[in-house]
């Protein structure tokens, strides 16, 4: 007998108690299967919208598994706080100068904690997919010019308090009508030194599909 699929990926066995209270680790994972699922086209905008908030407010891991419970296999990330049992490293840097923009996007693993060496050079930080290893991450600025542009989702908080800046305003571009009591998964903090140039901290932006999905009708009512 195989058992149930569990919130990490995992099958389960005859002793597995799914009514037991789940972990921010457990809604941490089935927030990742959720995501790749909508990027695979198993899951329209609204669904993902939907379970994500469900899955961000669960209390057991009964109510989590019914999110991934339609799910194929095949989209389920397995390991524990990183995917595919990545270890996240401790310390990462970025160093650039007059180059090309930095970019870091999609599924990428985030250290323990990130030192940006920039001059010059447009840097963006997309944490709507990234595979989240702790509930802090603190990111040493030190960078001239340019835009510094930190892309949030649900759950993703950033504290600036930290960040020197000079000659740089803060743009914070709120989300859109985030879920009440969603928990932070999340937190980036800025320090160090950002002059000149912007940073911007706005939610990811709608693709194509997702507009049309979320896009009011605008067929007459009839009375």
Same mark, same amino acid.
């Given at each position: 007998?195989?058992?149930?699929?569990?919130?990490?990926?995992?099958?389960?066995? @005859?002793?597995? #108690?799914?009514?037991?209270?789940?972990?921010? %680790?457990?809604?941490?994972?089935?927030? &990742? !299967?959720? $995501? +790749?699922?909508?990027?695979?086209?198993?899951?329209?905008?609204?669904?993902?919208?939907?379970?994500?908030?469900?899955?961000?407010?669960?209390?057991?891991?009964?109510?989590?598994?019914?999110?991934?419970?339609?799910? @194929?296999?095949? #989209?389920?990330?397995?390991?524990?706080?990183? %995917?595919?049992?990545?270890?996240?490293? &401790? !310390?990462? $840097? +970025?160093?650039?100068?007059?180059?090309?923009?930095?970019?870091?996007?999609?599924?990428?693993?985030?250290?323990?904690?990130?030192?940006?060496?920039?001059?010059?050079?447009?840097?963006?930080?997309?944490?709507?997919?990234?595979?989240?290893?702790?509930?802090?991450?603190?990111?040493?600025?030190?960078m001239t010019g340019k835009t510094l542009t930190l892309?949030?989702?649900?759950?993703?908080?950033?504290?600036?308090?930290?960040?020197?800046?000079?000659?740089?305003?803060?743009?914070?571009?709120?989300?859109?009508?985030?879920?009440?009591?969603?928990?932070?998964?999340?937190?980036?903090?800025?320090?160090?030194?950002?002059?000149?140039?912007?940073?911007?901290?706005?939610?990811?932006?709608?693709?194509?599909?997702?507009?049309?999905?979320?896009?009011?009708?605008?067929?007459?009512?009839?009375?």
């Open positions: 007998m195989s058992g149930e699929m569990s919130p990490t990926g995992e099958h389960s066995g @005859p002793g597995s #108690s799914p009514g037991l209270r789940a972990s921010h %680790a457990d809604r941490d994972r089935v927030v &990742d !299967v959720l $995501r +790749i699922a909508a990027g695979d086209g198993l899951l329209t905008a609204d669904e993902l919208d939907e379970r994500l908030e469900a899955a961000l407010s669960a209390r057991t891991l009964d109510e989590l598994a019914g999110l991934t419970a339609d799910l @194929p296999v095949a #989209s389920t990330p397995a390991g524990g706080a990183a %995917a595919g049992g990545v270890v996240p490293k &401790d !310390v990462v $840097r +970025i160093d650039h100068v007059f180059s090309g923009a930095v970019k870091r996007t999609g599924r990428w693993v985030l250290p323990r904690r990130l030192e940006l060496a920039v001059s010059w050079c447009d840097v963006t930080l997309d944490f709507t997919e990234a595979v989240i290893t702790q509930g802090t991450l603190q990111i040493d600025v030190a892309v949030t989702g649900p759950g993703v908080e950033i504290d600036a308090d930290g960040l020197t800046r000079i000659h740089c305003p803060l743009k914070h571009r709120s989300t859109r009508t985030p879920p009440d009591g969603t928990p932070v998964r999340l937190r980036v903090e800025l320090v160090g030194q950002k002059a000149y140039g912007s940073v911007v901290v706005r939610p990811a932006r709608r693709g194509f599909g997702q507009w049309l999905l979320r896009r009011p009708s605008s067929r007459p009512t009839e009375d």
